[in-house]
């Protein structure tokens, strides 16, 4: 029996136009993103030009409004659109996934002006954005934040326009952040009020604002290519034109964006799930052991028909989401589900892609090893699956009692 290449994936796609723009995706991510994957994650370099690129083939805005230079597609296919790009290197789909999130809070809660003046930009100029929620001190207890924004001259409330304006100081300092450090602006969620949900703001924050500056990239076991970075806030100051929303709307802000990023961490994992299970069927069908490709001994057989049902459980739960947030109905739940099942059924297939290699798969001559170390990181970023198991449990039963 002859090994198998991969074979993409057969996908339900809603249009001729969507169908069209998966083939592109794909083909970027054969030609430019997979040959040099392994070699870059070992040297953990990030690809910028890469980003360049994707944002001049109009793949980091797919999502957004095409009247500030979006794609206007639906979010079942822009996460398709981000299984594909993580199947050929996580740095990268993961990377497209922060960049959307970062900019979900403009597009959706800014002015008008505020749209108009930053989002082409941020959309299809080349600019790569990061997301400022998490801090050393407040992780999975994200309402405890404690970087502060306090204003300088203009108003001191939201409750009319005429009393806003001036400048907002911004101190504190960012942990866990995607991007930081090489970020070209920041959405930050930071305290103006009172301690709890309801006293934090979301600011715009320049990558080149004075007073701004970032650690060094944490050293990570995966997703080495990835930066992942404090980064301080030693009086950052903007203007309140850069303010997102209303004061003390950014904590609802936070949640509205994270429910669609978690959407994105789980097509993430199943791309990288993907990449896992041809990982390695290629290699159990083409490994001879006793006379006979060991893909033809049932326990490995078996191992395969499991790992792909669990993609394929995982890819229908994460589209079912994405149609709900399309329909513009609630999703927080469903999309709960989804990060929590594709990242485990994510580390659950790397394990045995890594175990049917046996010995090769213990070494980096073959990526199932890479696969597996990078899926971790992602049962623990966007709310960890214990946070989604909470989030779930809440829809079902209500709140906790205290």
């Known amino acids: ?15 001729d136009e969507a169908r069209d723009l998966i083939s592109l995706v794909r083909e970027i991510a054969q030609r430019e993103i997979a040959p040099h994957a392994a070699e870059e994650e070992d040297a953990g370099r990030f690809p910028r030009e890469l980003f360049t690129l994707l944002s001049e083939s109009g793949l980091l805005g797919l999502p957004y409004d095409s009247e500030y230079g979006g794609g206007d597609q639906p979010y079942e296919v822009y996460l398709q659109a981000l299984e594909e790009l993580a199947a050929a290197r996580l740095t990268v789909g993961l990377g497209v996934s922060v960049h959307s999130l ?13 749209q108009v003046e930053h989002l082409p930009a941020m959309l ?12 050393p001190s407040s992780g999975s207890d994200a309402a405890s934040l ?14 009319s326009e005429a009393e806003s304006g001036g400048d907002w100081v911004i101190t504190g300092t960012k942990a866990w952040t995607t991007h930081g450090g090489i970020a070209d602006f920041y959405t930050v969620m930071a305290r103006t009020g009172a301690e709890g949900a309801r006293g934090i703001t979301a600011f715009l924050v320049p990558g080149d604002a004075e ?20 980064v301080h806030f030693d009086g950052v100051r903007i203007s309140d034109a850069r303010r997102i929303g209303d004061e003390g ?34 290699y159990a069908t083409g490994r001879q052991q006793f006379g006979r490709p060991i893909a033809d001994f049932q326990g490995l057989r078996f191992m ?3 790992m792909a049902t669990q993609i394929e459980a995982g890819r229908a739960l994460y589209l079912a989401a994405a149609r709900l947030r399309d329909a513009d109905r609630p999703f927080s739940k469903q999309a709960a589900m989804a990060k929590l099942h594709c990242t485990d059924t994510a580390m659950k297939v790397t394990t045995d892609a890594v175990q049917i290699l046996g010995g090769y798969g213990y ?7 890479r696969y597996m170390r990078e899926a971790k990181v992602l049962q623990i970023v966007e709310g960890t699956n214990q946070i989604q198991r909470i989030v779930i449990a809440r829809h079902l039963a209500g709140p906790e009692s205290r």
């Not at 007073?211 to 404090?230: C, F, N, V, Y």
């Open 304 to 306: 395969l028909a499991d």
């Open 146 to 159: 404690r970087t502060k924004a306090v204003r300088e001259g203009g108003g001191t409330s939201r409750s």
């Open 363 to 369: 070494t980096a001559d073959f990526p199932a090893e």
């Open 211 to 230: 007073g701004l500056s970032a650690a060094a990239p944490e050293k990570k076991m995966g997703m080495k290519g990835s930066p992942t970075a404090q």
């Open 249 to 282: 709307q950014g904590f609802a802000i936070a949640l509205s964006a994270l429910d669609s990023g978690r959407l994105g961490i789980a097509a993430c994992a199943i791309g990288l799930a993907q990449a896992a299970l041809d990982e390695a069927v290629q």
């Open 124 to 135: 299809g100029g080349g600019l790569l954005g990061a997301y400022g929620l998490s801090e």
């Open 102 to 114: 970062a900019c979900h809070a403009l597009a959706r809660y800014g002015t008008k002006e505020q």
């Open 1 to 15: 029996m002859p090994d198998r290449a991969p074979q993409p994936v057969d996908r339900q796609l809603p249009t």
